[in-house]
C-alpha cells in the first residue's frame, strides 16, 4: 500500500510539471471538507456533538436542525428525521451530492430537524474513553454493538435535546477495515479529478456496489473517493460474510415499515430481500427499482424521484 502510494504521489507531481494533467476538472470543495464544512459550505445550519456509548465509545453525531431558509416558524417544533448509513460509509453520505438531491438536504428544506449518525470505527467515531483506536480492543465490534449501544446512545441523545418521542428512522443497508485517510483524500481530491482516472474511480464504486453509470453524477466521484469508504472493523467485516448468518427475530419489530431495493444492487441478494419482506409484520410500503445498483440509493440522479420524495410522503401520511 505505502508502495503505491509513493507510485501515485510521483506521477501526480510528475503530471503537474510536465502538463500531462492539463486537462484536469476543477476539484469540487467537498472533498477536503469534513460534514460540518460542508453543511456549511451549502448555506446550511449545522451541529455537531459528540454522544458516548455506554460501553465507551465517543460518536459523532450531526444536525441539520432547519432548511437553508430560515422560516417565521422555525421556533416551532420540528419533526426529527434520523439517517443511519451502512457499511464502509459515513454520515457525509447524505450530503455528498447537490442540495436537490441529498437526503438530507432535502428533508432540512421540507421542514424536518435532520440527525446524522456515525457508527463506532467510522473516520468520525473512532475516540473512546479508556481505549486507543489503535488497539486490538478498541476494534473488536461488529453490526451487533452497533445495534445494541450505539443507536441507543444516539436516538436517546437525540429525545432529550428536542424533546421528541416520536422519531423517522432512514437504514442504507481484529482492527479497522478500509478506514478513510489522507491516502483516500488524495484520491479523491488528487486522481479522481483527472480525466485519465475519472473512469477508473467509477469503476471502483461499480465493482463495490453495481453498475449504474447513467445514473451517476460523475462530475462528483471525487466526492464520493474521498468521504467513501469512511471504516469499520475486521471483525464487523467477518460478521456479514460469514456463511451461517444470526438469526433477528424482525417478526417483533412492530414499527411501521417502508423498503426499497435494487434488482442490480450486489450487495442486497434479491432472495434475502424477499426473506425479509415476509418477516416484517407492519409493512406499509415496498418497491423494487429494477436499474438500482447499491450507490443508487445515496447517489442515483434520479433518486429524488424514485425514492426520496416517497420517504417525505410517508412520513407526511403517518404524523
Same mark, same amino acid.
Given at each position: ?91 457525509? @453520505?447524505? &450530503? ?10 432535502? %428533508?432540512?428544506?421540507?421542514?424536518? /430537524? #435532520?440527525? +446524522? ?84 474511480? @467509477?469503476? &471502483? ?10 445514473? %451517476?453524477?460523475?462530475?462528483?466521484? /471525487? #466526492?464520493? +473517493? ?94
Amino acid at each position: 500500500m505505502w508502495y503505491l502510494f509513493k507510485v501515485i504521489t510521483f506521477i501526480t507531481n510528475l503530471g503537474a510539471i510536465h502538463g500531462a494533467f492539463r486537462y484536469q476538472r476543477s476539484v469540487n470543495p467537498e472533498t477536503n471538507m469534513n460534514i460540518s464544512q460542508i453543511i456549511s459550505y451549502w448555506g446550511y445550519p449545522d451541529e455537531e456533538y459528540d454522544i458516548v456509548t455506554e460501553d465507551g465509545y465517543i460518536l459523532g453525531l450531526y444536525r441539520i436542525p432547519y432548511g437553508k431558509i430560515k422560516s417565521d416558524n422555525n421556533s416551532a417544533q420540528r419533526r426529527v428525521v434520523y439517517l443511519q448509513h451502512g457499511l464502509l460509509t459515513s454520515a457525509s @453520505s447524505w &450530503i455528498s451530492n447537490l442540495p436537490n438531491n441529498s437526503l438530507g438536504f432535502i %428533508l432540512a428544506d421540507a421542514g424536518y /430537524d #435532520v440527525w +446524522m449518525g456515525n457508527s463506532r470505527g467510522t473516520i468520525w467515531s473512532r475516540k473512546h474513553l479508556y481505549l486507543k483506536s489503535n488497539s486490538k480492543e478498541f476494534w473488536a465490534f461488529s453490526f451487533d454493538e452497533m445495534a445494541k449501544y450505539d443507536l441507543p446512545a444516539s436516538i436517546d441523545f437525540i429525545v432529550k435535546q428536542t424533546g421528541q418521542e416520536k422519531i423517522f428512522y432512514v437504514l442504507f443497508g481484529n482492527k479497522d477495515f478500509l478506514p478513510n485517510s489522507p491516502f483516500t483524500r488524495i484520491i479523491g481530491s488528487k486522481l479522481c479529478p483527472q480525466k485519465i482516472f475519472v473512469k477508473i474511480c @467509477s469503476r &471502483i464504486l461499480f465493482m463495490m456496489c453495481g453498475y449504474d453509470q447513467k445514473n %451517476l453524477n460523475m462530475s462528483r466521484v /471525487d #466526492v464520493y +473517493m474521498a468521504h467513501n469508504p469512511a471504516g469499520t472493523s475486521v471483525q464487523n467485516i467477518l460478521h456479514w460474510i460469514q456463511t451461517t448468518a444470526p438469526l433477528y427475530n424482525v417478526t417483533n419489530m412492530n414499527v411501521s415499515t417502508a423498503t426499497w431495493n435494487g434488482a442490480n444492487d450486489l450487495l442486497a441478494d434479491p432472495e434475502d430481500v424477499n426473506i425479509l419482506l415476509s418477516e416484517i409484520r407492519n409493512h406499509i410500503y415496498h418497491k423494487t427499482i429494477s436499474h438500482y445498483s447499491h450507490i443508487d440509493f445515496l447517489f442515483g440522479l434520479d433518486v429524488y424521484h424514485q425514492v426520496y420524495r416517497e420517504i417525505i410522503d410517508i412520513i407526511q401520511d403517518h404524523l
